[in-house]
Antibody
Framework: EVRLVESGGGLVQPGGSLRLSCAAS????????MNWVRQPPGKGLEWVSY????????YYADSVKGRFTISRDNARNSLYLQMHSLRAEDTAVYYC????????WGQGTLVTVSS | DIQMTQSPSSLSGSVGDRVTITCRAS??????LNWYQQKPGKAPNLLIY???SLQSGVPSRFSGSESGTDFTLTISSLQPEDSATYYC?????????FGQGTKLEIK
């Protein structure tokens, strides 16, 4: 069964850091480009970041550029999002997804930035 | 950045009705257009990819079409389980962008 399982969310103070993980199983992870997409409570979907299969090509949304870092470990079938200098507006459910393909999305992990 | 303008923002229909949701891209995106269904508390579920290809396991009452930069999601015969929010999304170029969403209510 194809699965993407996010973890690492939680409550963090403004200015803090958090690292999200996405564990992949049931498919050849190294052959799929990956993304992070987020959804603030009660709002729409926002693309956050993209990483190519090898990790050599990376893109970010302007809203997170310079604060977030996407990476992947193909040997561990895992995707990561390191988040620094977190703001209240980063509060959202974060999904990992291979938007360019038909893989199902993960169930998401909630990040809450609040004092 | 490519803007995706989705309409309407909400609509309602009765079981058996035919409904249409549209999405207009601000520039050409070829056929790099996906449609998702999202129910409360759940991740988005892919319905249509490449503008008109039905994702495996999705009922055939869902269909997608394109005309230039205009894209349409059609549900041919509404069912109670179709109550959800629907999003379009372009994967032609980053930043990938989503429509604002359409909340569909079943009367």
């Amino acid at each position: 069964e194809v699965r993407l399982v996010e973890s690492g969310g939680g409550l963090v103070q403004p200015g803090g850091s958090l690292r999200l993980s996405c564990a992949a199983s049931g498919f050849t992870f190294s052959t799929y480009p990956m993304n992070w997409v987020r959804q603030p409570p009660g709002k729409g979907l926002e693309w956050v970041s993209y990483i190519s299969t090898s990790g050599n090509t990376i893109y970010y949304a302007d809203s997170v550029k310079g604060r977030f870092t996407i990476s992947r470990d193909n040997a561990r079938n895992s995707l990561y999002l390191q988040m620094h200098s977190l703001r209240a507006e980063d509060t959202a459910v974060y999904y990992c997804a291979s938007i360019e393909t038909t893989l199902p999305w993960g169930q998401g992990t909630l990040v809450t930035v609040s004092s | 950045d490519i803007q995706m303008t989705q309409s309407p923002s909400s609509l309602s229909g009765s079981v058996g009705d035919r409904v249409t949701i549209t999405c207009r891209a601000s520039q050409t995106i070829s056929s790099f257009l996906n449609w998702y269904q999202q129910k409360p508390g759940k991740a988005p579920n892919l319905l249509i990819y490449a503008a008109s290809s039905l994702q495996s396991g999705v009922p055939s009452r869902f269909s997608g079409s394109e005309s230039g930069t205009d894209f349409t999601l059609t549900i041919s015969s509404l069912q109670p389980e179709d109550s959800a929010t629907y999003y379009c999304q372009q994967s032609f170029s980053t930043p990938y962008t989503f429509g604002q969403g359409t909340k569909l209510e079943i009367k």
